[in-house]
């Protein structure tokens, strides 16, 4: 089926400003709920925000199957269920119905004050019920930073890190959409060359500028995907901040990997973007060696040239970009990450989600956290106030954003900022 | 308030089989389908499955506050978020039912057809819906032999073991009651002496034994539960197998821990016996040496006294017992992991699992795992049919069992049983 969404030459009769992430030629997926209180499933193009389940009510989406409610609920979790071939019908429908030429809603004025918010006037929620959360570590500058900072200089990479798209499971409770912030967290640590830990706020708190992916229903148990068929299950990509607090890390993680010094916090962008709208933006992935064994081995371009970059912000100023990155740069594939993580027959469902890791580039300006952009804490950033920074203060805002571009179009993110509050305090 | 559903001396109308796990002073929860395929919570007394669903339409729980439909679900996560009073309340006025010198339902046929199944007849499903799962690695004597197995004699425990109960994510989406079986995974593994790895079906299958406990409600995000505070967040306990590939482990665990060699199948217990039910079998844990830091410091009995034992039974053969364990075994308590677990701030809702990690006791006969039975696989066990096994053989089944004895009264989970199967073929 064509992806007439994508028609580069289409305009909406929704205004789009000059750089907006969300061209009719993105239609991303979220929910919301409007300042009726009410929670919806929705797109948005330009800073307009469209109710998709009043959409679904007023019979614009007539003609394509689905279930009577299906718009009408608090996650995407059963749109995701139904297929790529639903998913292209819904969003091939909303491109023609905001095209400028089509007069249907456009001259509907009753109708499109149903349907259309100013996005100020929404709050957004998680777009999907997170089942299970994977964090991949699969870009090799990262692994090589950290390899620095942590291993043996003659062993940087983990034996099996070339043959393996090493992984971890998050913690899905503690996923937040942007503009939730989190707090600093308290937990145990061992001093510089101390023996015994003490417990108290993390000295060390980092972002990690990660990607992720939402899958539909992939397998039963037992059952593996190949790679042929992997990318057949990805609906589509988010903003991933992997928060870190690294001292907490560093003594807990051997020998079961990272547990508290992650499950604090993971936050990601709103609105999910299509693999379909992501289509025009496929490149190859850097060269595999040595080759990995035969159902990790893919063909053409499995790699998107998404343009990546971290701001931080100190309360009452400016923020000031310090990385800017491309996913691009990930060694092993999503395809790759799905097929992998499915081949022992672990199942995965509509809704989980897959990290990709700290997304760092070749040199020190791209790279995707504090510890690598500091040295692990040994060369502070300077930030356009004059200030400087190790890891984040209390009140640091982080902002990602992340954008697609190429023939005149340009799709983005939109932005995951995301606020660190000082240790909770108990009621 | 009063555990009166614990008072020994109380029998029950229904007739219960000597050293049953389900005597009247049990009253666990779980959900299953009825031979009319109503899927309906419920309890268990001797061999009978009572529906609650039915006794609530019936108005047996008159007086106490709850939902309409607040056993008419397909999950105890609602019932659960209720909070211990509510537990407490259900579970006494169930005893009073069934007491037999309560005439109410007894004397009503009608009302006893309804409500009362022989449990041959139902399937038990999955108990709750589980957000998340951690898994725990809390016995010393499993990391120690563990320790013998892969790390340097000299630091057995890693660093961190003994002031941290030391944990990972597990995976949600793969969690099964007992009876449905599992595929023998296929994964990487690195054969002996080799530094390229292959890819096939996985030799070393094995299984753990352990505990698990389902959480209420436990926190807002952000926020940490005091010690002393976390048992009233715990709602009851389950068996545990976790399903372990021992050669995909070995490959991939470092640097992250435990991954495709775990997530392929975790199998449950259905029933969830409540922590009021196991309240007279409290006892002290092991003594810690060094004592742990402030917030992890607890008074009082701790632990329970629950045995343990696994059997293998391969096709068409009996059962060999192969270890017998017990809960009290543990170093680290249930109040610690949970402490713990949320000293970040990391957010614990209703229906979340944690496993206990292997409970392996002091001599070889009580260890929890066929890794440690068989001393990394160097000296296979013997079952009774005269068959060795070093790890499981494709259709061997393995069956967990745990009860607490004292005051001649048995409080059991009934068997946790499992059968392994050839790896699952694609069609």
């Not at 009452?316 to 799905?338: A, G, H, R």
């Not at 995707?368 to 930030?383: C, D, N, R, Y």
Request: aromatic residues 10%; contains cysteine.
């Amino acid at each position: 089926m064509p992806i007439s969404a994508n028609n580069t030459n289409r305009k909406s009769w929704i205004e789009v400003p000059v750089d907006s992430d969300f061209p009719i030629q993105n239609i991303p997926f979220g929910v919301f709920i409007t300042k009726d209180d009410v929670i919806t499933i929705g797109t948005r193009i330009g800073d307009c925000a469209i109710d998709m389940g009043a959409l679904q009510q007023l019979n614009y989406f007539e003609g394509i199957e689905l279930t009577d409610d299906m718009f009408m609920q608090d996650t995407l979790n059963d749109f995701i269920s139904d297929g790529k071939k639903t998913w292209r019908l819904v969003r091939n429908r909303l491109a023609e119905l905001f095209d400028v030429t089509n007069p249907k809603l456009r001259d509907n004025k009753e109708h499109r004050e149903i349907v259309i918010f100013n996005v100020k006037y929404i709050e957004m929620q998680l777009p999907v019920l997170i089942g299970d959360y994977t964090d991949f570590f699969s870009n090799k500058e990262h692994a090589l930073n950290v390899g620095k900072i942590y291993r043996d200089p003659e062993h940087l990479l983990s034996p099996n890190w070339l043959h393996i798209p090493v992984a971890y499971h998050g913690r899905s409770s503690s996923i937040i959409p942007s503009g939730i912030p989190v707090h600093r967290p308290m937990g145990q640590t061992l001093p510089k060359g101390e023996k015994t830990p003490v417990f108290g706020p993390s000295r060390l708190v980092d972002f990690e500028l990660e990607m992720a992916f939402i899958t539909t229903d992939v397998n039963v148990m037992g059952e593996n995907i190949p790679i042929n068929e992997a990318e057949d299950y990805i609906f589509g990509m988010v903003l991933l901040n992997d928060w870190s607090a690294r001292d907490i890390q560093k003594w807990e993680y051997e020998p079961l990997g990272p547990f508290l010094s992650k499950n604090f916090a993971t936050s990601i962008s709103p609105w999910i973007i299509t693999m379909d709208a992501l289509e025009p933006f496929r490149t190859k992935g850097p060269k595999q060696d040595p080759s990995p064994l035969p159902y990790l081995q893919q063909k053409g371009k499995n790699n998107f040239d998404i343009n990546l970059e971290v701001a931080i912000q100190p309360e009452n100023e400016e923020p000031t970009i310090v990385s800017k990155s491309n996913v691009k740069n990930m060694y092993w594939s999503m395809n790759q990450q799905l097929t992998h993580h499915t081949s022992n027959g672990c199942r995965v469902n509509s809704g989980d989600m897959m990290g990709s890791g700290t997304i760092s580039g070749p040199t020190p300006d791209t790279f995707g956290s504090l510890l690598e952009l500091t040295f692990g804490g040994k060369m502070p950033i300077q930030l356009n106030d004059g200030s400087e920074r190790k890891f984040l203060n209390d009140d640091d805002t982080v902002i990602m954003k992340g954008f697609s571009k190429n023939n005149g179009v340009r799709i983005g993110f939109g932005e995951l900022s995301t606020k660190l509050l000082p240790p909770y305090v108990r009621k």
